[in-house]
Nanobody
Framework: VQLQAFGGGLVQAGGSLRLSCAASGLTFSRYIMGWFRQAPGREREFVSTISASGTRTAYADSVKGRLIISRDNAKNTVYLQMNSLKPEDTAVYYC????????????????????WGQGTLVTVSS
């Protein structure tokens, strides 16, 4: 079982990036997916989550209206489109998977996710 995140890089404030996270070794369509981030000296924090079917999403207040999560279950991939980036968005971004047990359709709780990717660094310059 593996999650591999990629697409990070250096971008100027106001710019855009698209992160991708490819899953292997699991039945992707049965997993809730989430994006989290960790800035230097700070704890890992929730960014966005999407239900297993892709019909429900949630975002942290700090990214609402700027970041968009989506998934393609045929490609076993979840995406994070990042627009209007700010220097405070600088962090290592992680994708994570949580098995959908039929209760809550998505999760904002870091500790509920069972599988984590290796992270991809996003740096936003001012």
């Amino acid at each position: 079982v593996q999650l591999q995140a990629f697409g990070g890089g250096l971008v100027q404030a106001g710019g855009s990036l698209r992160l991708s996270c490819a899953a292997s070794g699991l039945t992707f369509s049965r997993y809730i997916m989430g994006w989290f981030r960790q800035a230097p000296g700070r704890e890992r924090e929730f960014v966005s989550t999407i239900s297993a079917s892709g019909t429900r999403t949630a975002y942290a207040d700090s990214v609402k209206g700027r970041l968009i999560i989506s998934r393609d279950n045929a490609k076993n991939t979840v995406y994070l489109q990042m627009n209007s980036l700010k220097p405070e968005d600088t962090a290592v971004y992680y994708c994570a998977a949580k098995y959908y047990s039929g209760v809550y359709v998505y999760s904002t709780n870091t500790y509920e996710y069972e599988i984590w990717g290796q992270g991809t660094l996003v740096t936003v310059s001012s």
